[in-house]
């Protein structure tokens, strides 16, 4: 039987390169977020060519109800889920903390930390009662350092990985793994959806540089998925060649 992959915000970036790359190496998998044509595009994409089951299902992750009654539908043969990737999150807006927007906030804290809690309290009693799992979730180097007018997005992915540090001390008597993954700068969707839609300041983000990609991200989920088991690989940091921290790039432009 296939190992079965549950992965939040498989419509984009990491996400939907994370399930690619999990159902490429034969798992079978649980793909989310909210767009769901997107979600039916990738099921079929994956089912043909990797021969996997994929089952897409469509929510917003800030919903509690929506995630409950989402993860309840499934059925009964991929209820048992092996591996919960806790990826679906967002920057919105860049200001100074005096002027940010209140709407901005709450997307982000709604998202990136209660929406991550509501799929690790719904996936974890299981995996408490099967005594094995692994919980991945990505955090940034936003959650290890604080930028300038980042503010709320660095405070939410710092909470990420503090809630990881609590999962591990939660969860060691029951033999269930968790992992950090953080990386740096990455071309996504990512600052499309900070920008709300300006695709001239987006792209002005990765200007001069090469950044991550979103299979660089999978490489590191596929590479963690495949310790032995007695190996957690607890904390990842991964940041492109010209990233040295936060805030420090080399650009070969201005
Ligand atoms: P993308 O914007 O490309 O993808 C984000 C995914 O999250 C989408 O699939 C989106 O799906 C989903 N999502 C967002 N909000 C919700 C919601 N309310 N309910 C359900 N799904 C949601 O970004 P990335 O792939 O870059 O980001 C993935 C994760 O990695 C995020 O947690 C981000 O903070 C983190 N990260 C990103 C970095 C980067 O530079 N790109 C670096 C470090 C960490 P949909 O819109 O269909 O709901
Ligand atoms: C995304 C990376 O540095 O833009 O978490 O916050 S950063």
């Known amino acids: 039987m296939n190992k079965i992959a549950l992965i939040t915000g498989a419509t984009a970036g990491f996400g939907k390169a994370i399930s690619e790359r999990l159902a490429s190496e034969g798992y079978d998998v649980i793909i989310t977020g909210r767009r769901e044509e997107r979600l039916q595009t990738l099921k079929q994409t994956l089912e043909q060519q990797y021969g996997v089951r994929v089952w897409p299902l469509a929510f917003d992750v800030r919903r509690y109800n929506e995630a409950e009654a989402a993860i309840h539908s499934l059925p009964a043969d991929l209820q048992e889920i092996d591996v919960l990737v806790n990826n679906a999150g967002l920057a919105v807006g860049l200001a100074p903390i005096h002027e940010g927007t209140i709407d901005d906030w709450e997307r982000m804290i709604d998202t990136n930390i209660k929406g991550l809690l509501y799929m690790t309290r719904l996936i974890t009693p299981g995996m408490v009662a099967r005594k094995r799992g692994h919980i991945i979730n990505l955090g940034s180097i936003a959650g290890r350092e604080v930028y300038p007018n980042g503010n709320v997005y660095c405070a939410t992915k710092h909470a990420v990985g503090a809630l990881s540090q609590a999962m591990r001390i939660d969860l060691l008597p029951y033999g269930i793994k968790t992992t950090l993954i953080a990386p740096g700068f990455a071309e996504t969707e990512f600052s499309l959806v900070r920008f ?47 990233q040295a921290n936060g805030t420090l790039f080399h650009r070969e432009k201005y």
């Open 196 to 242: 709300k839609g300006d695709e001239a300041r987006a792209a002005k983000v990765y200007e001069g540089m090469q950044p991550l990609v979103a299979d660089d991200i999978a490489d590191a989920v596929a590479y963690v998925l495949s310790a032995p088991d007695h190996v957690d690989l607890q904390d990842i940091l991964i940041m492109p060649k010209v």
